[in-house]
């Protein structure tokens, strides 16, 4: 063994104990138990056949679930945020003007990213707090600033507020600008109609009513790829009646070495009500703009076999989060959109009448505006307390045994002195046996408002393996618990 002086001593990492809460958040969410144990199969590498198997089932997975039949889907390593870097970089250049409608945190994000890339940024807000726009309203901002881009957020898990997007696609077509959509906080939850809404770059996340783990971000660009590639293949052996269009030299290197090449779209491509369609790919793969090199679409359209029977090294994918994500698609399309869309209208209704009666109110006044899923709830009382209370708030039951009788109380107790979970068996002072239960109450993990409502109201995340009648009830229960809206020891 080599003798090097080791200036900084092992630390002790052990595990610790904890119970774990279920977890009602806005996300991170409880993983479906098929994805857990998909999470865990062994690794594997692009040397097995089965890894482009795996590739193959999600990007059809992809496809389904934002019901897009675009070539140019896959999925970008890391989380949400790695989506929303990959369709904003890729879709537009530096200088060009990106218009957000901003109405919670993650539209301020993606206008804080557009600016890191030289991107110009105008934007808008809705008249009142915690409501979505009118088509009129975007209009009229597509009309002013005649955006190069327009980025939304369908379903914003800051506010709880769930934008329209029905004819959003069209609007922004007729000003020829680009429509890029953040779907984490909606995808399997609200229908997500990419192609027939004209949405030309979309973004989610594994880890919300997909129910998977963070770390891997579905990502899917407009295109009809079928048609447009096809036309785009069938063009670089030079058909008439075409319009050029220069493949930047990062495009152009990643498909033919170093030599120079001008690719032909032919006029056909625009037609037939696809005039659009092939928007964001024409512009990724005309663009001549550098992005980043993780988040360059070129490269990983090739790693993903997009196209074509390719083999491109690009970097080392996880495996792990592949075979969850796979997992989490499979179990949308067993159980299939509209059943899943469905599942949680119900749910969320059924919650929100528990939450009524319990005498809650909702921060987002008109119903239409509301999300399934994510709902944000005025505590009645301090939120970081609230979320603090729901997640540790104690009980400790004591049986007693009485004249031969046993005999149960339940109290609540300070968490901090409940001695964890679990059980004790001891002799009170007068010689009976005495059983002491501890254990939490709730041990269920809320948030915080985030972004503008930070400090105003909680959010609740009743989504994937926790969309159900039950899990509902629980909530309800609990937050009435704590809210001192119901008998404690009930
Ligand atoms: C609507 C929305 N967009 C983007 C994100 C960012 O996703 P991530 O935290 O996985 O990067 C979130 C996360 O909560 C979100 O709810």
Redesign the pocket.
Known sequence: MASHRLGVPAPIISDRQFSKPLMCG??PNDLYPAVAAAYAAPVISPACAEYYKVIEDIRAGIQYAFQTRSNLVLAVS?????G?ETVICNLLAPGELLLVPSRGL?DE?AKDMARRYGIRVETIKTSEPFTTFSLEELESALERHRPAGLFI?H????TGTLQTLKGLGDLCHKYDTLLLV?I??SLGAEPVLMDEWGVDGAYA?C??ALSGP?GV?PVAFSARADAYYASWQKALSGPAGVAPVAFSARAERSYSGCRRRVCVVPEGAEQAGRAFSARAEAKIFSRSHDVPFYFDITFLARQWKCYDDTFFYHHTLSSPLLFALRACLSQLAQESLPRAWARHAAVTAHFHARLRAHGFRFLVRRPEDRMNAITTVLPGMECNTFVAELRSKAWSTEVTKDRGEWKRKTCCADPHNAGGAGRRREKDSTGFILIIIHGYRHNIMITPGLGPTAGVAVRVGLMGANASAAVADRVADAMADVAGLRNATE
């Open positions: 806005p996300g890391g989380s949400g945020h790695a929303m993650w994000r957020t379903g914003d898990s800051s953040d984490v906080a996340s880890q919300k963070a971000a």
